[in-house]
């Protein structure tokens, strides 16, 4: 009995003794999966061309979608389609094929994208025109006769998707509630045509207060806390974007945040724009110290011109990857950018 106990006790550590050394030699499996990189989609204007491109060249198979800015309206608030923008698709489509992106991952996807900019009769424009949204979205039927159009200029340019950019709604709740019934009415029209529908929005609206029909992939713009008519500094800060993070969590399904490259110069409180290659331009012109912004990651400088001092702020590569890790940190999203340069 004792010689069988023995044995027992002997196969018994023989056992534990593998299970350890198992256990030991196999590696522990990861605390949290990393996030996945967010979905990458940008915008391209006609009156860069050059600049798409290279965007393109750089960017390589990394986009899913692209938008192009942009259709608006004439003077009789008739929405039309700039022909420098088919000139520019069809140059994207050739950019596609030369850079071999196809071979590796689908073609982007394409979307229309609408502002509410309009002529004006004796010549020039108005930008984010509000009247203009008035017209257009507070009556049912001009609504409808609206949805008919966008859809009948994306259905002929043979794109995937529209992207609405109406902007200056601000704090206008009767405003807001005709936008949000246009924007269900759209969605419904778009899915059964085929067609996928992004709808931007600005930093500053009311996120809490309004109820976002489901459907569309809605794009919160992360930047303009500092431009025209403000004091000089970044275009975003860390602040800024996670406030923004918070509030678009009231937004119904995935979200996609929109970094904007390049900045402003600034004397006093106004500024011009600057894309990124242009700051990075004038540093070297005026062999400028640029210092980086702790608070931001965006990069900063001083120069003189004549008696005047200006001030530079802007974003580069190294920027808009601390400002998307941050926001992927807030959870599962998509980044676009403004705008391939």
């Known amino acids: 009995m004792a010689k069988k106990l023995s044995v027992i006790l002997i196969l018994l550590f023989i056992y534990l003794f593998i299970n350890f050394q198992m256990q030991k ?4 499996p ?11 989609s940008a915008w391209i204007v006609y009156w860069d061309m050059e600049g798409a491109l290279r965007g393109i060249e750089e960017l390589g198979g990394q986009l899913v979608s692209l938008q192009y800015f942009a259709a608006y309206f004439d003077a009789e608030n008739q929405l039309f389609i700039p022909p420098a923008i088919e000139q520019l698709r069809e140059k994207m489509a050739g950019a596609g094929e030369d850079t071999g992106a196809g071979k590796a991952a689908a073609a982007p996807a394409s979307y229309l994208t609408v502002v509410n ?20 979205l507070a009556d049912e039927e001009d609504q409808k006769a609206h949805i008919a159009q966008i859809l009948a200029l994306a259905e002929a ?10 902007e200056a709604i601000r704090k206008d709740m009767v405003l807001w509630q005709y936008f949000l019934d246009f924007i269900s009415r759209l969605s419904l029209a778009a899915a059964e045509q085929g067609l996928s529908l992004r709808v931007v929005l600005e930093p500053g609206i009311p996120f809490e207060a309004l109820d976002f029909p489901e459907g569309p992939e809605y794009v919160v713009m992360c930047y303009n806390l500092h431009g025209p008519g403000s004091l000089p500094g970044p275009k975003a800060n860390d602040e800024f974007l996670l406030e923004l993070a918070r509030k678009a969590a009231a937004l119904p399904g995935r979200r996609t945040f929109a970094l ?62 601390h400002w998307t890790g941050l926001l992927k940190d807030q959870g599962d999203c998509g980044i676009a950018l403004w705008r391939l340069e």
């Open 25 to 28: 030699h196999t590696p522990a």
């Open 30 to 40: 990861p605390l949290s999966q990393p996030r996945q990189s967010p979905e990458l």
């Open 117 to 136: 900019d309009r002529l004006l009769p004796g010549g020039g424009s108005v930008l984010k025109d509000k009247q203009l949204l008035y017209e257009l």
């Open 157 to 166: 340019g043979g794109y995937d998707g529209i992207e609405i950019d109406y």
């Open 260 to 321: 904007a490259s390049g900045g402003f110069d600034w004397s006093g409180d106004q500024a011009s724009a600057l894309t990124k290659r242009e700051a990075m331009a004038l540093v070297v012109r005026q062999k400028a110290e640029v210092r980086r912004d702790p608070a931001s990651q965006a990069l900063t400088f001083s120069y003189q011109q004549g008696n005047t001092v200006r001030q530079v702020w802007y974003a580069d590569s190294a920027t808009l990857e």
